[in-house]
């Protein structure tokens, strides 16, 4: 049963960490969304589609998140590869998207990957009335990025004070949504 909160039964959950981690997380939450009666989508959080959230009731993303050794702002990662090209564009020279490291796949090292800012989600982003947005990063509840969020419509912002590691994002997103969907 689908509750009143929020007012609009829209939902995404991306997965942007490589195969290195576990992918339960976002496999619980689109099921259990789904199975309360929510319309969404599951994917891995690219960055074209991470342009396109626009009127949804609840976001859920599990990705690296932090704050770079060269940059002022906090980002999540997304699951585009970076290239040199995208520092020709807009949304590189406004600080709407940055270059992210972080381990992505088994045995290999890091990799590069599109970060998204506080401007980016100020840019792009707008939610539903009575809306979640669930961050399952490291260091997901930075003031900047939360108010952002907030900004943009978000009602209820969830994120991390601190490093989170993959079974803890496991165990508390497969809690939380099964709570939230009362399943």
């Known amino acids: 049963v689908v509750a009143t909160i929020p007012n609009s039964i829209t939902y995404r959950a991306f997965f942007a960490m490589g195969n290195r981690f576990s992918t339960s997380s976002t496999d619980n939450a689109n099921a259990l969304l789904s199975a309360a009666g929510y319309a969404g989508i599951q994917s891995i959080g690219t960055l074209d589609e991470l342009k396109q959230m ?17 940059d002022p702002d906090y980002s999540i990662c997304t699951a585009t590869p970076w290239t040199k090209d995208l520092e020709a564009t807009d ?42 947005v669930y961050i399952d990063a490291c ?14 419509g978000a009602t209820v912002y969830a994120g991390w004070t601190n490093i989170v590691g993959d079974s803890a994002v496991v165990r508390t997103a497969s809690a939380y949504f099964a709570d939230l969907t009362g399943l």
């Open 54 to 70: 626009h009127g949804i009731s609840i976001l859920y993303i599990d990705t690296h998140g932090g704050q770079g050794r060269s």
């Open 91 to 132: 949304d590189f020279k406004n600080g709407l998207i940055l270059p992210f490291e972080g381990l992505q796949d088994v045995n290999s090292p890091p990799e590069t990957r599109v970060g998204i800012t506080p401007a980016f989600v100020a840019k792009y982003w707008s939610f539903a009335s009575n809306s979640l």
């Open 139 to 152: 260091e997901s509840n930075n003031a900047n990025f939360k108010a952002a969020c907030q900004n943009a």
